[in-house]
Nanobody, 125 residues
Framework: EVRLVESGGGLVQAGGSLRLSCAAS????????VGWFRQAPGKKREGVSC????????YYADSVKGRFTISSDNAKNTVYLEMNNLKPEDTAEYYC??????????????????WGQGTQVTVSS
């Protein structure tokens, strides 16, 4: 069974940093893509950043380019999202999800993704 577990959320002041982790297990192939998504209250879930594990190809949403960095530690089957210069508008529940496809495609939440349980990120002004 494929399973994703997020950690690292919390409360931070504007301008601060947080690092989210997504630990994956149960994959029988390693050519999958892991993505970070977020959903703020009253808003649609959106793709933030995705990485194809074996190729290192990466997608970033325009709203986070230059501030967020996605990376993977393949030995630990873990994907990280380093978030710097956080803004109040980054406040949301953050989810990781995984599937097979191009990072830009995964970012659109194509059918068949496996989702984690989410972790809350709150940025105070």
């Amino acid at each position: 069974e494929v399973r994703l577990v997020e950690s690292g959320g919390g409360l931070v002041q504007a301008g601060g940093s947080l690092r989210l982790s997504c630990a994956a297990s149960g994959f029988t192939r390693d050519d999958y893509t892991v993505g970070w998504f977020r959903q703020a209250p009253g808003k649609k879930r959106e793709g933030v950043s995705c990485i194809k594990i074996t190729e290192g190809r990466i997608y970033y949403a325009d709203s986070v380019k230059g501030r967020f960095t996605i990376s993977s530690d393949n030995a630990k089957n873990t994907v990280y999202l380093e978030m710097n210069n956080l803004k109040p508008e980054d406040t949301a529940e953050y989810y990781c999800a995984a599937g097979w496809g191009d990072p830009a495609s995964i970012a659109t939440m194509q059918p068949g993704l496996v989702w984690g349980q989410g972790t809350q990120v709150t940025v105070s002004s």
